[in-house]
């Protein structure tokens, strides 16, 4: 399992590629985007999101507060941790920061 920003190339190492933002990244096409699965759901709320604004001084009360939200997501986290037994799973993600995002968080969820 990794976690890979949506704008760098796809490769076939990837294995299944899925999306975990809610919003759909600007500037890459569907075809571009090389996507197995969208899953919006698994992102953080709009409001958490809004809060955090990518700043990384908040990322310690972001990562907190988004692993609240994940105890709700049992069965996205499950279909996931069933991908990843089989097949390669990267999880795409459009943030610029490639420390203090989402997928960092939830790749750290999806191992413990």
Same mark, same amino acid.
């Given at each position: ?16 590629? /899925? ?84 997928? /960092? ?8």
């Amino acid at each position: 399992m990794k976690i890979k920003r949506i704008y760098e190339t796809p490769e076939a190492e990837d294995g299944y590629r /899925v999306l975990v933002d809610r919003i759909w990244p600007r500037g890459i096409s569907k075809d571009n985007a090389a996507l197995d699965e969208w899953m919006k759901d698994i992102a953080p709320s709009t409001e958490l999101r809004k809060w955090f604004n990518h700043q990384p001084e908040l990322f310690p009360e972001f990562k907190r507060k988004y692993k609240e939200e994940l105890k709700e997501k049992k069965m996205e986290l499950n279909h996931l941790k069933s991908i990843a037994a089989k097949k390669n799973l990267t999880l795409l993600y459009s943030a610029k920061d490639t420390q203090f995002n989402q997928a /960092v968080v939830l790749l750290d969820a999806l191992n413990k």
